[in-house]
């Protein structure tokens, strides 16, 4: 497949005229942010006041001036060039594209919640008549690269075609401090988008941040950045590892409100569960269907030697101590369960796993005193279970460090960050490794890799009790976190993380293999449902129509590696050289080189 990266000669509108009104649209959409929208403090946000955006006035400011930016980059203006390394019209045409839709829902939400249109003030409709001028007149814009041979001309793959951009051109080499620091600036920007979603007061806003990040991202991706900086990520991967840490340490010092820090803790916990799967699913190949059994046996390890009063086992063990004892436990149980059934494959391994899953939870309840012996309590499990106490620091009071006050919640994500810090350790080393490798192997072709003298059940269950112990490491933390533990918080699937479904959905949608694949996938896994509330009814639904747009926009996942990407994205290499007729000359000359 041959494409060309020249632009489009056919237009909607004059070359000139179309960026000049997609300039002045992005302008007056930006100058509308500045008015009041409505004229009652009744719509979340505070949207009255004149000279001072606020809520969903702020998204639309920050929309309207990275299309600005785009559009006059378009100009040749120098330095703005720097921008759009890769595309010049589709990111300006995605970005007007998500300040209309968030402008669009913006005015929606103020005139469901207080009545109709009359609500709104003329800021709002400046604002929207920008968006509106700014997006069709970038629709004018020619398109970055033309339709390739084998698509037909049609408005819908035009219009297709007009977001898309050719990948960027090589960048200028920097000096490795300039190289550092823009990684460090890429992570801070990161950190203060994530923790504007986290704190969000309401429900209309975090819509609206939705849509401005989802446009956004893909603006600057269109545009080439995020390609450059994946180039310097991928080039000084120790710093970047050093640089995500960092951030991620920083988060609990900007949560003032101990819910948001507690969102961030359980992010960090199912993320690290996801990122265990990731080594069973993502390297080695093997569909688990209940992962999410291991996470309970850590847990429920930890809390019975952790000194709870209704524990039936009545002892307190060192927090070290439970640490290991629930990896022990769920390491035991990984091999217990992955020898007598990892010389499965397939589907019928995926039944099993699930079968597994789902005797775990009911076994647990029936170990009340009743029905079997008296080791977990049944339905009510182990709850008040003490908090940490660590060289004197109780993780369960607040503590102020650095004029910052951190509470128990905090307390506890930076703990888990350090458990983090260790999974994310043994997945980026093993997976560098020969067993790494040879995991690889066995998930593209296990007869090719048991051919080339891979002892494939051996790494296989390896795999599999790697995966258990890095979950029982997990729970043993998320039992203190959430103070009980109960066989209800360990299905197969619900409304409530964790679960396995929604395990597997982070490492799918995150990208399989990938060591930051599974992070973001579960980030946005967790982060959604927590914030929209009226989404828990659906989350399984939503999960599925989530899965199946990533299977036809981006199979390799969110995040994604090289091997995935050759894989189901077409190339301009064909899969197998042409066929070239052998002649006398060559065959003569094939026979005196023998």
């Known amino acids: 497949m041959t494409t060309n990266t020249k632009p489009a000669a056919s237009a909607l509108i004059a070359l000139p005229a179309a960026r000049h009104l997609t300039t002045a649209g992005a302008a007056i959409t930006l100058i509308g942010t500045f008015l ?82 009359v609500n709104l003030e003329p800021g709002a409709w400046v604002s929207l008549a920008g968006a509106i001028i700014a997006t069709v007149a970038s629709l004018g814009l020619p398109s970055d690269q033309e339709l390739d041979d084998t698509t037909r001309p049609t408005p819908l793959n035009r219009l297709v075609n007009s977001l898309r951009a050719p990948a960027p ?29 986290i704190d969000t007061d309401y429900a209309e806003l975090f819509i609206g941040y939705i849509i401005s990040v989802a446009f956004g991202f ?55 569960v996801a990122l265990g799967l990731n080594v069973v699913v993502g390297l080695a190949g093997l569909l688990d269907l209940g992962y999410v059994a291991f996470l309970g046996v850590g847990a429920y390890a930890a809390a019975l030697v952790s000194g709870s009063p209704l524990s039936p086992v009545g002892v307190q ?40 899953g789902e005797i775990f939870r009911l076994t647990v309840n029936a170990l009340n005193g ?66 790494g490798r040879a995991w ?3 998930r593209e072709d296990e007869t090719a890799a048991t051919a080339m003298g891979i002892n494939a059940f051996r790494l296989k269950l390896l795999a599999f009790a790697l995966g258990a112990t890095l ?8 039992a203190h976190v959430s103070y009980t533990v109960t066989p209800e918080q360990y299905q197969f699937a619900g409304s409530v993380p964790p679960n396995s479904a929604f395990l597997l959905a982070a490492v799918i949608l995150g990208g399989m293999g990938t060591l930051s694949g599974p992070l973001v996938g579960a980030a946005l896994l967790y982060l959604i449902p927590a914030k929209l509330q009226f989404m828990q009814d659906y989350q399984l639904f939503l999960f599925g129509i989530a899965l ?27 899969d197998t050289p042409p066929d070239v007729p052998l002649t006398d000359q060559t065959a003569g000359t094939t026979k005196a080189g023998a």
């Not at 051109?169 to 979603?197: C, D, M, Q, S």
């Open 36 to 117: 009041a929208w409505t004229w009652t403090a009744e719509f979340p946000g505070d949207l009255t006041v004149t000279g001072y955006p606020g809520g969903l006035q702020v998204l639309t400011l920050i929309g309207a001036a990275l299309t600005l930016l785009f559009a006059l980059s378009g100009y040749g203006i120098k330095g703005l060039h720097l921008l759009t390394p890769g595309g010049t019209n589709s990111p300006v045409r995605l970005a007007a594209l998500g300040v209309l839709g968030t402008t669009g829902y913006a005015i929606g939400a103020i005139a469901a919640k207080l009545g109709g249109v």
């Open 169 to 197: 051109t090589r960048a200028k080499e920097l000096p490795n401090w300039a190289e550092i620091l823009i990684i460090a600036g890429a992570f801070g920007v990161a950190l203060h988008v994530f923790t504007y979603g």
């Open 218 to 272: 893909t603006a600057l991706t269109r545009a080439g950045l995020i390609a450059r900086i994946t180039r310097l990520t991928t080039k000084h991967r120790n710093v970047t590892l050093a640089a995500a840490l960092i951030a991620a340490f920083c988060f609990p010092f900007t949560q003032q409100n101990e819910q948001y820090a507690l969102i961030g803790a359980n992010i960090l916990i199912f993320a690290t």
């Open 317 to 356: 063990f060192p927090f070290w101590a439970a640490v290991l004892t629930g990896a022990a436990a769920s390491l035991v149980f990984g091999v217990v369960i992955g020898a007598p059934t990892l010389r499965l494959r397939g589907d019928y391994l995926a039944i099993v796993t699930l079968g597994f």
């Open 370 to 435: 009743v029905s079997g012996p008296d080791l977990t309590n049944g339905s009510q499990g182990i709850p008040s279970i003490p908090d940490l106490n660590l060289f004197g620091f109780d993780f369960g009071t607040s503590h102020n460090i650095a004029g910052f006050t951190l509470g128990r919640s905090a307390n506890y994500y930076l703990l888990m960050l350090v458990f983090t810090a260790v999974v994310v350790l043994v997945f980026r080393r093993s997976g560098e490794s020969r067993i």
């Open 440 to 442: 690889v192997a066995i």
């Open 471 to 478: 979950a029982g490491l997990a729970g043993t933390v998320q």
């Open 548 to 574: 199946i747009l990533l299977m036809r926009f981006r199979p390799e996942g969110l995040v994604a590696d090289r091997r995935k990407q050759l894989e189901f994205h077409e190339t301009d290499q064909p």
